[in-house]
């Protein structure tokens, strides 16, 4: 305390006489003076002569100028002022020299944007805390099945009874997403499709949610005699019930039952996934009530995702221990491998962290590393080109430098004063890539969320910079200063002051020493460029790829169509009715060439999968499959390869007929036809053993991509004809051909499902637009390494011609001699190119290896690429030489213009 | 500058001008001339560097100055310990004898 007084009080003493400067400076001056006159009157007396005495006195005295300055550094703040003057001094500098700031700025700017970008995005998923009450002891609770660490979900038995027996955790939660129709009672009006979030009672409290109007979800809502109540989110409240203040205590209708809506909550309430419903229910009401399918009894109807906090002092271990005796299936023997009990063979809990909405795990690693590695090769692409920038300033600056060196400044002042401009450089470009960053991630985030066809919820995802992506923001500026304003700041200051201050540019002075760091720059720059262009390229491949892959399937003109939401496996007859009859109705209708039923949609997602095997002996294999009715395969395009297709009469027989794909031709009966194998389907039956149904191969189909694009399809597809008895089920989608005659087809269909069924929700989506949706990701993954790889070559060309201008300009004098020997222009291009290009062709090739490299890292991240072959190499190498020719070419040509008597002249 | 004379250990300057000035207020010549005699002209000061000292020690609060009319008739500037001072004053001789007879023991145990 009293040191910090003692502090202040000098800070104030010094602050007051920086202020009174002027009067200390006459007033040491006056002091000193008196100080030497005593001295000299006292030596004087010793018996010096006047002259002698003087002298003596001086010398006793020592400099005064330099003493002046010492007892300067108490006036005022020096070492402050002298920041401040080397930032004044920068500033002009740079206003000065607007083309290069502008080029510099932006260079970094560009670069530290996208790294901030990518970073914001990662902090956001990976390390800002999930927005929940207390998130720093959440936890996700998930089942290993079979062993293998998959996140799978719990049956509401096992939520009940972990959350009552648990002794580690509190606040056990159980969410289950899905979709629901929303209606009016006052009829009239359409049923929304809207997310719905199925919940336990204490998933608000939980979770910290309060409400805007009206009551979140209690504790008491999900008893077994509870009135059945709904939470709207404020999104839903706005959109569909325009702001309405009576909201609260409104009757409305989900999935056909009346329920009462509680209350608003508030916007910032996100609950444990990012993307937010719009409406919150208790998930036994809604199983009660029929809205939802599944069985509250069952132990196996596993469907609900389960978050807890630790308690204080228990670990995450514990926790695992003590509910896994509480699902595991370890009581009943191990199901044979491959079978698809064994899929759903539950072995234990796992507890996660769940402090953020994406784990900070080793897949999180794999997936953002090549991202990490991407950007900030931008970055050093950039600081490379700025340092060959900045050598090349200070090669035209050295008049200047060696003027301020003569009268006096230090070399250590002076490489502060380049740092400070580089630092002023940074800073800018810091501030653009903030903003660049922020706007970027926003945009993207908006874009992604509304490319997505089918409203699942809200993407609530908080973009704004944290405090950690200032600090990396700082952090990347101060490494770009260092990387790419040291070495130039050093270089320019290491001067010879005669021949610099005479104007000669070094002709074979130091030459070689600097050289040597250019080159590297050079080099690494093309090297980076490679790897960059290698990285863009492989992600366009993958995206055309995995979109090229549907080339057998032609669904241009297929419409997927809804009415009602489907009730998990439980739609009420008389919505099944209701959808029999559109299928059947909207088949007439003009416009529609024809249609299909089918139980999964193509590109809506991965398919279902069935276990199956060719022969009695062969494990089974996992195979996505779908089961449709006759006209599935004309409605898609999809072409009979062998056999036959499904007729009508098949549904009546008792034999059970599939239709495969080449590929599962080729899976299971290698080299042969595969019409009229038998195909064994392995169900697992309610009692648990395994039940094994035979189906006749009448025919195969081309292969053709239908589900996920990301999935493994490689081992086929399997077609199964639906039975009448599913048809009648209505939980099949309905598929229509378009023949193009009409653009109102879609409005068509949908005054056709009003006529049938007005309350009921009706969704009609092209299919591509299913496809589109699932390609959103790869896409921008594209465009974004593409932009990245263009920004990284753009800048590389901009180095690579700064370097070319820069070396000609250093040997302009070495040029001139040679021309006025008589060498021809063309020759002299060609010496000056012939290194430059030897510099590119190694950055190449490094480039080549550690693309290499980079190839296996993306292999790491799980997601199927197509890695670029070598004919993609070569001709990204080839671009980049060309690219490289013309950025040497031009400036060299440019500097040969000068007349070689007026560079000479100049010495 | 080949002189017999030691030079001053570095940072005893202040010291040496805090000691000076607890017998009264002077001036910088005044300061200069009481070491050099005391010290019986054993030390080596470049007398000026006593004023950067002297303007450090003001930032510190260790003295105080006001412009006074000297014995000459000319107006000089007096310096005067101030509370603060005294205080460091105390302080660095305590830790300035500890240190000297640190040393002194080092040297006779060496010559033992």
Redesign the interface.
Known sequence: MRRLVTRLRELAWRAHARLRRGTLERELDDEMRFHRELLARDLERDGLSAAQAREAASRRFGNTLRLRERSADVWGFPQLETVLQDLRYGARALRRAPGFTGVAVCATGLAIGVNCAFFTLVDSLVWKPIPVADASSMVALVTSIANRETNGRFSHAEYMDIAGRTRTLRDVTAFAPGRIALADPAGGRRALAVGAGFVSGNYFAALGGVAERGRVLVAGDDEPDAPPVVVISERLWRSAFAEAAGVVGRDVIVNGVHVTVAGVARRDFIGVTPVVPDVWMPVTVAARLGIIGASLASRTDRFLALHGHLRAGATREQAAAESSPIVADLAQPAPPAGSELADRWVTGVRVLPQTSLVPLDMQTARIALPGFVAVALVLVIACANLAILLLARALARQREVAVRMAVGASRARLVRQLLTESALIAALGAVLGLALANWAVTATAQAVVQRLPISIGTLVLDLHPSGRVYLYTIALGVASVLVFGLVPALHGTSLDLHTSLKGEDRLFGSRLRRSRFRDGLVAGQVAACVVLGVAAATLVRSLRESLRADTNLHVEQVLVATLGIDGSGRTSPRLAAARSELAARSGQLAGVERTARVTEVPFAGAWASLHVAGRDEGLPRVLPYNVVTPGYFKVVGQRLLRGRGFSPADSGASARVAIITAAAARTFWPGREGVGQTLRAVHASETGADVVTPYEVVGVVADARSGSLWADDAAGYVFLLATPRQVAGGDMALLLRSDGSRRDLVPALSRLAADIDPTAPFEATWVTRLLDAQAVPFRYAAAVATMVGALGLALAAVGLYAVVAFSVRQRRREVAVRVALGATPRDVLAAVLRREIRLVVAGLGAGVVLALGEARLLGATGIPFSPVGAGGFVAILLFLLAVALIATAIPARLALRVDPMQALRQE | MPTGKPEILPGTLEMLALKTLSFGPL???GI?GHIQRLSGDALRV????L??AL??M????WVRSE?KQSPTG?R??YYTLTA?GRKQLAGEAESFDRTVAAIARVMRAAEA
């Open positions: 001036h910088g010549y200069a470049e007398e000026g560097s004023y950067p303007q450090r003001q930032a510190k609060g412009w000319r000089a500037r603060a």
